[in-house]
């Protein structure tokens, strides 16, 4: 999870639909990942799939009864608040963490997954993560990733990088011998790799919710997505589909 905030100009005027809006205009803009598999990622058809692209559908479902009345807008990390903020979107559903520094420039629903720092590793004779003791770990700079495992194994060696793929590059190239990272992001990558296999400590648990627009113009549209959020967790659905991901 990215500390920093993206530069976001917070004199423009946000122009992101209101819920009344929304509904006049039949179809729900939603902000995603397409490249973080199992939250948000393209099938091989190149088809958006994921437990994030089940929640926006969900949501059109809920506002206009229609699943496909939702257009789904891929963004980067550093994009995921200012396209809620500029009004390119509605809402974000993008593994997003809720944090007080975010949330003075973007609003949130209650969480609807609570992911954490854990740590991926292709070494067999590492099974926790006290096996990484004085030995080299890659964590994505800036990150809350790093004081999770400063905390949790202070005397790791820390490599720092600036793309997952870089980190992907050390652990193959033996550099390093684990990653640091989120947890749903991880276990994307064990799905792919076989090679890589997850450790079952989960160094810190840190919750993901929708972003909302501040203002009280969108109190309307915030509410029905945090009923929705808890009736879904109610009768079951989203934990079937947090368990149909693989993300327990």
């Keep these: 999870m990215l500390l920093s905030i993206a530069s976001i100009d917070l004199s423009r005027s946000a122009q992101a639909g209101t819920l009344k809006e929304i509904q006049q205009r039949r179809q729900l803009i939603v902000a995603v990942k397409d490249n973080s598999p199992p939250l ?50 509605d809402l974000t559903i993008a593994r997003v963490t809720i944090t007080t520094t975010r949330s003075r420039v973007v609003d949130f629903s209650r969480r609807y997954y609570l992911d954490g720092t854990a740590i991926i590793t292709n070494r067999p004779n590492i099974t ?69 296999r997850l450790l079952p400590d989960k160094l810190s648990i840190e919750a993901l919710g929708i972003v909302i627009p501040k203002g009280l113009q969108y109190d309307p549209l915030r509410q029905l997505v945090d009923r929705s959020i808890e009736r879904w967790q109610a009768d079951g659905w989203l934990g079937q589909r947090i368990q149909y991901w693989g993300l327990q």
Excluded: C, H, M
């Design 128 to 196: 926790r993560s006290s096996d990484l003791a004085g030995k080299k770990v890659a964590v994505l700079n800036n990150s809350t990733t790093i004081s999770a495992v400063q905390y949790f194994i202070p005397t790791a060696k820390l490599v720092g990088v600036d793309s997952y793929r870089q980190a992907q590059q050390l652990l193959a190239s033996g550099k390093v011998v684990a990653i640091a990272a989120d947890r749903s992001l991880l276990i994307g990558w064990s799905k792919t790799a076989p090679n890589y």
């Design 40 to 89: 948000g990622f393209r099938d091989r058809s190149g088809n958006l799939q994921g437990l994030e692209i089940d929640i926006a559908r969900k949501l059109a479902t809920e506002i206009f009864n229609n699943p496909d009345a939702v257009k789904l807008v891929p963004v980067t990390n550093q994009d995921r608040l200012k396209v809620a903020i500029d009004g390119t979107v």
